[in-house]
């Protein structure tokens, strides 16, 4: 709606997982230097943690443009599976065609028999699982198992498993011990300072095709603050700090656009005396003004 206003190329704050808008901040870099360190090892287990929204399927998705050729990837980012479906999912991934009544002794047979072929020719296999707190207690042991697979020299598949906080909670219990102790390198990703907020808003309107900086850095500040920040609050604010703006014909961002953009954000520090009503009006005026302009052409 507002990119030709801001003379942009492409919206600039989507919450979609976009790596061409890849922010090179210190923990996305860390992290992913941290997997690809251990996936060179042959690791069996590695794992990445963080809050909601501080951009992990992001990286996950970063690190698997970023493996070599001699990568065979694994992805799984709905975890929800029984072992069963797990060892199904496992098996498409890979590339095997076997039929639907196939036992599940066989389909593990099936399975090790793939990985040894492909170790055999040069190849490495990695599992990437994301919202990896979601595998249940029984899926969690298939996957187990699945990591057993190995020769004299090296495992057969290694897992990278990307979480929020409750992944460690659910790792802390007891019964998937034998699991957590595979574990042989792990990351923590932190939300964003107030410098690399304002670094990060303006390093995706420059992706987006902006020839000047939108937001002030006072106004990424205040943004940095309510957001604490987590990178998909920051996208959120500016973005509907921008359809406000746009609303008002104004190109250049205010703190009251902000505030209101705040305001009507959920899990963000808004002040008190900011009411939701105030940003749907604006919003109400911009999208009527625009149907106005339709109507008026299609008139003319």
């Given at each position: 709606?507002?990119?030709?206003?801001?003379?942009?190329?492409?919206?600039?704050?989507?919450?979609?997982?976009?790596?061409?808008?890849?922010?090179?901040?210190?923990?996305?870099?860390?992290?992913?230097?941290?997997?690809?360190?251990?996936?060179?090892?042959?690791?069996?287990?590695?794992?990445?943690?963080?809050?909601?929204?501080?951009?992990?399927?992001?990286?996950?998705?970063?690190?698997?443009?970023?493996?070599?050729?001699?990568?065979?990837?694994?992805?799984?980012?709905?975890?929800?599976?029984?072992?069963?479906?797990?060892?199904?999912?496992?098996?498409?991934?890979?590339?095997?065609?076997?039929a639907?009544?196939?036992?599940?002794?066989?389909?593990?047979?099936?399975?090790?028999?793939?990985?040894?072929t492909?170790?055999?020719?040069?190849?490495k296999?990695?599992?990437?699982?994301?919202?990896?707190?979601?595998?249940?207690?029984?899926?969690?042991?298939?996957?187990?198992?699945?990591?057993?697979?190995?020769?004299?020299?090296?495992?057969?598949?290694?897992?990278?498993l990307?979480?929020?906080?409750?992944?460690d909670?659910?790792?802390?219990?007891?019964?998937?011990?034998?699991?957590?102790?595979?574990?042989?390198?792990?990351?923590?990703?932190?939300?964003?300072?107030a410098?690399?907020?304002?670094?990060?808003?303006?390093?995706?309107?420059?992706?987006?095709?902006?020839?000047?900086?939108?937001?002030?850095?006072?106004?990424?500040?205040?943004?940095?603050?309510?957001?604490?920040?987590?990178?998909?609050?920051?996208?959120?604010?500016?973005?509907?700090?921008?359809?406000?703006?746009?609303?008002?014909g104004?190109?250049?961002?205010?703190?009251?656009?902000?505030?209101?953009?705040?305001?009507?954000?959920?899990?963000?520090?808004?002040?008190?005396?900011?009411?939701?009503?105030?940003?749907?009006?604006?919003?109400?005026?911009?999208?009527?003004?625009?149907?106005?302009?339709?109507?008026?052409?299609?008139?003319?």
């Amino acid at each position: 709606m507002y990119l030709s206003f801001f003379n942009l190329t492409e919206m600039p704050f989507s919450l979609t997982p976009n790596t061409q808008f890849y922010c090179a901040l210190e923990p996305h870099n860390e992290a992913l230097k941290v997997l690809l360190s251990a996936l060179s090892m042959s690791e069996g287990f590695i794992k990445v943690t963080g809050e909601v929204g501080t951009g992990k399927t992001l990286i996950c998705r970063k690190l698997i443009n970023h493996l070599e050729d001699n990568y065979v990837v694994v992805y799984l980012p709905n975890p929800y599976l029984t072992p069963d479906e797990l060892r199904w999912a496992v098996a498409a991934e890979l590339g095997l065609e076997l039929a639907p009544e196939q036992d599940q002794q066989t389909l593990s047979q099936s399975i090790e028999k793939r990985l040894l072929t492909l170790s055999q020719e040069g190849k490495k296999v990695v599992m990437i699982v994301d919202e990896a707190q979601c595998f249940s207690w029984e899926a969690l042991e298939a996957l187990r198992l699945l990591t057993n697979l190995e020769t004299e020299q090296k495992k057969l598949l290694q897992v990278v498993l990307f979480g929020q906080p409750e992944l460690d909670t659910k790792l802390a219990n007891p019964q998937v011990r034998q699991l957590r102790q595979r574990i042989g390198f792990s990351y923590q990703l932190r939300p964003m300072t107030a410098a690399e907020v304002d670094y990060y808003i303006n390093h995706r309107l420059r992706r987006a095709g902006a020839q000047s900086p939108l937001f002030s850095p006072r106004l990424n500040h205040h943004i940095a603050r309510a957001c604490r920040g987590i990178p998909r609050l920051v996208n959120t604010v500016c973005h509907k700090a921008l359809l406000l703006a746009y609303g008002e014909g104004q190109t250049a961002l205010n703190k009251r656009y902000i505030r209101a953009a705040i305001a009507d954000t959920e899990d963000c520090y808004a002040p008190t005396s900011m009411r939701r009503w105030w940003f749907f009006a604006v919003l109400s005026v911009t999208v009527l003004g625009v149907a106005g302009i339709w109507l008026w052409r299609q008139v003319l």
